[in-house]
């Protein structure tokens, strides 16, 4: 249910310059999904009445993809003033005049926080009546990191930057996650104190607390457990970081929904993806995008599988398909393509280094080696031999082959489209085939052959073949 009480504030206006990126850091993915991605998704799942994200850098692709994605979502524009704090405020001014909930402050770049923390977290701010309450996380090494600084009692006192901490205060674990949930009239009271007066000429978040903190308001901050959660992403090497974390997680969350992963260091799962139960993953395989696949299927090893839906029973190996539906019971691979518009029905078979693409092949059939086939629809029960080639292309125009049910092509057959092979139908091997071919009929197109004699020691006198051509024909041997 929707909370009408609850908004959410996106801060995703930063440059990430240390990504060293033509694309703005929150466009950056892990799992399938962008950075900011991640993070609308937990606001949705948060249940909040107002989302809204505020932009700057690259500001036209990222409210694109905010509004792809969460498409009742409200963009903001940070103004010229810089800072998180400003940010806030002007994301602020976009909620009814009345709104006096709680808001819930989250930074695009911060992609593994859940929806279930965030939860616990906007009800220990209710129930305990804080104006603020803020996670922190306790890290081995917090430098650089804002430091949570505690009374005797252990009651929240400050926020203290890194730079200017005392050494007393440097050696505290605990830090600033930068995740926050204010009560929105404490925090309006206290950002329109807030000033530019700082080494960084910013609009500091953090100084709206000490305004809230010094206006006799109560702030909690409470600790994560795993600190994973709240691990802000900032150049390459923790975008890869992340996303291997996550992935840990996907394909743990799967072992114990039933799924065979036999190497999960190697396999890949995006967060979109669906599996059932007693699928089977084998080493090298990446499950992309929103794939599906159905229970006791087996996939890999060494296969990439991009918004594909594999049937129940199908077997998938070494394969790299896209936007491709494989049937029940199907047989695919290895080292088969799979282009967009694929589907293969059940049982069938697309076999060793096959491309298809935008083709239909029917339950039962089978495309079993060393063939192209595009735009084309095979019935049921048809065997296409090895070395097909769909040829669908005229040079401006793409044309469609038919193949019927229960046909046997030949190898090393070519189809010119726009041309039918009737249900029934057989074509020779070596076959061109021009024309429609009957239902029940056989096509040839073969050529007399024509052998020439003496022909390579004629041309190619003194080679291995000439040798061998002479010695087999009789010439060379001794006469007595």
């Not at 901050?221 to 996303?243: E, K, S, Y």
């Not at 997680?249 to 995006?270: E, H, K, N, Y």
């Not at 071919?437 to 073949?465: D, K, Y």
Request: glycine fraction near 10%; charged fraction near 20%; include cysteine.
């Amino acid at each position: 249910m929707t909370d009408q009480s609850l908004a959410v504030i996106i801060l995703a206006a930063g440059q990430g310059t240390r990504m060293k990126s033509s694309k703005a850091k929150v466009l950056h993915e892990i799992a399938g999904v962008p950075l900011v991605g991640h993070v609308l998704t937990t606001a949705q799942e948060l249940g909040a009445a107002h989302i809204i994200a505020v932009v700057r850098h690259e500001r036209e692709s990222v409210a694109e993809e905010v509004l792809r994605r969460v498409p009742e979502a409200s963009i903001v524009d940070q103004d010229e003033i810089p800072g998180t704090g400003r940010a806030v405020e002007v994301a602020l001014a976009t909620l009814p005049g009345d709104f006096d909930g709680r808001v819930v402050v989250l930074s695009a770049d911060v992609p593994l926080l859940d929806a279930a923390t965030l939860r616990a977290l906007v009800s220990a701010h209710q129930h305990e009546g804080n104006d603020l309450t803020m996670l922190s996380a306790v890290l081995p090494d917090p430098s650089g990191f804002g430091r949570i600084v505690r009374d005797a009692s252990g009651v929240f006192e400050a926020i203290v930057e890194h730079k200017d901490a005392s050494p007393e205060q440097l050696a505290v674990t605990e830090v600033n996650a930068g995740v926050y949930v204010f009560s929105a009239g404490p925090l309006r009271r206290a950002l329109a104190n807030v000033g530019t007066d700082n080494a960084q000429h910013e609009k500091y978040l953090t100084d709206a607390a000490a305004g809230i903190r010094s206006a006799g308001g109560r702030i909690e901050a409470v600790a994560v457990r795993d600190p994973w959660l709240v691990a802000g992403i900032n150049d390459r090497a923790q975008l890869a970081a992340a996303a291997r974390e996550l992935n840990a997680r996907i394909v743990r969350r799967w072992q114990l929904a039933g799924v065979t992963i036999l190497d999960p260091m190697s396999t890949w799962i995006d967060v979109d993806a669906t599996l059932a139960e007693d699928v089977e993953l084998l080493p090298g395989t990446q499950i992309k995008r929103a794939t599906t696949i159905a229970r006791g299927a087996t996939v890999g090893p060494d296969t990439t599988l991009v918004d594909c839906e594999v049937g129940e029973g199908a077997v998938v190996k070494r394969t790299d398909a896209t936007l491709a539906v494989i049937g029940a019971g199907a047989s695919v691979g290895p080292f088969a393509y799979l282009r967009p518009g694929t589907y293969l029905g059940a049982d069938g078979k697309i076999g060793t280094f096959v491309e298809t693409k935008n083709a239909r092949i029917g339950d039962g059939s089978k495309v079993p080696h060393l063939s192209y086939i595009g735009d084309t629809e095979v019935g049921v029960g048809s065997n296409v031999g090895a070395g097909t080639i769909t040829a669908n292309y005229d040079g401006v125009n793409k044309h469609s082959t038919v193949v019927g049910s229960h046909v046997r092509t030949g190898s090393h057959n070519v189809f010119v489209a726009p041309v039918r092979i009737g249900d029934g139908a057989y074509t020779g091997a070596g076959t061109v085939v021009r024309k429609d071919v009957p239902a029940g009929a056989l096509a040839i197109s073969v050529a007399p052959q024509r052998n020439m004699a003496g022909w390579v020691e004629a041309n190619r006198p003194g080679t291995a073949a000439a040798d061998a051509a002479s010695a087999a024909s009789g010439e060379g041997e001794t006469q007595v």
